[in-house]
């Protein structure tokens, strides 16, 4: 992880477990429930709006879609604090399979999965 | 965000979702189910661990973890560009919140919900 | 639960359980863990559909789905065994809750989250 | 389905959604997230806790335990349901199929997942 924007919340997440004497519950098993349960917040938030909905909230709704996009990045950067994951590289090698995996050309407008090819 | 390494994440998934065509399926609501299918991904790793084991992972199993947290973050940013907002900024007002919510003092060591005090 | 259909599911997997010594990874917390990893399989499965593709599944797709449906039962099933739950009780009460929670006449057609009315 | 509780619990599911009007969310695809978000309410129960913990809930959690097993069970229904799929048949051939896959003297005490034999 670079020294930015990551970092600092990185940081700043780790300082707040520590005053909190949190740190003794974040094992990767119990932050990928607490992970899961803020996902299915945002889930809950979009499950009876139609997708167009979904795409056009109000301010109100929006900024409570924020938080919870926030809450799954909080808990996304502590488990790669606790497993020692740098989250960026992990992902831009994850889009690099990906690339590999789905080349343009052959998946154009078609979003089954990767085993259905 | 700043221009920094989630930004240059953004662009990268940006173009990569253009290529194929794929923003069509890309609605907040379809992105919140890829995104907690990601999560389960994460979760099935650690169901039947300990939480000490969870702590312990060999390489391979890290590194099978590390590209699940990559999944999760990549939604997590098409999600945020889809609905214009910013994940750093959201985060770091989220973590606001919990220090009010939270005092140091008050929950050191205990992790009960917010909603159980 | 009456001495029907669930109940006898609750025997047979409680004896597959107890072949293959499974019963010391069964509790709550690891079941809560497999069955939502179950339920995101069945997510996957209409991520990128329409709501309308969602109804309209092809056989192969269809029985696809009843086996993740299946799935989500066996943990549900094993859950409630192992917190000495009845499940159709409980449901039940659920929906005598529910009924009093959404009067029909002021709900009708309107499915905002009980939370937000 | 057997005329038996899960069926009873089918009509009165039926007849509650009708009598609201809300059929009309009540596709697969709609139906899945609201199944995982109730899925994700009962891991939140549980994200804090030890297993030795999960096994032995207060009276006042296991009642709220049992209502969120409760909540699962009814969008389990409402989605067989709208599948024409029948539950218990589903869970039974995948029962016979986890018997095939799991050879007890082969796992017994093992709990890794089939992909990692």
Do not use: T
């Not at 924007?5 to 990928?32: G, I, M, T």
């Not at 950067?77 to 960026?88: G, M, N, Q, T």
């Amino acid at each position: 992880m670079n020294p930015d924007s990551l970092q600092q919340l990185d940081r700043r997440l780790l300082k707040f477990a520590r005053e909190r004497d949190w740190e003794q519950f974040h094992s990767p098993k119990n932050l990928s429930m607490a992970m899961i349960a803020e996902c299915a917040e945002l889930v809950e938030h979009f499950q009876w709006l139609s997708e167009e909905q979904s795409m056009a909230l109000s301010s109100e709704k929006k900024e409570a879609v924020a938080l919870e996009l926030a809450d799954i990045l909080i808990y996304l950067v502590r488990s790669a604090e606790r497993l020692d994951i740098d989250l960026v590289d992990a992902a831009n090698r994850k889009i690099a399979i990906n690339e590999q995996r789905y080349p343009a050309e052959q998946v154009k407008g078609d979003a089954r999965r990767a085993s259905e090819y």
